[in-house]
């Protein structure tokens, strides 16, 4: 069972050229890649002092999960995922 989570309306037209042309099963970018943009990119984040990690997507993940009742099978296979 998977959830989709919609998204803002800028979010999607920034994707939008990324996915343009890809199959269903073709990923969009591999794990590390989007680790390392991310880690130079150094988002910043409104609310406090500091950027955007890759770890907060995993804390994010753990807390909608709660709220949406995920159970523990599809956050272990969403973790082993991202590995």
Do not use: C
């Not at 998204?7 to 939008?16: D, G, K, R, W, Y």
């Not at 590390?32 to 130079?40: I, P």
């Not at 910043?44 to 993940?61: E, N």
Request: aromatic share 14%.
């Amino acid at each position: 069972m998977e959830y989709y989570v919609p998204l803002h309306l800028q979010v999607v037209q920034a994707l939008a050229p990324l996915v343009d042309g890809k199959t269903d099963d073709e990923l969009m970018f591999g794990y590390h890649s989007l680790w390392m943009w991310v880690k130079r990119e150094k988002i910043p984040l409104s609310r406090i002092a500091s950027h955007f990690y890759l770890g907060d997507l995993r804390k994010f993940a753990e807390q909608y999960g709660d709220i949406i009742q995920w159970d523990q099978s599809n956050r272990a296979n969403t973790r082993s995922r991202g590995r």
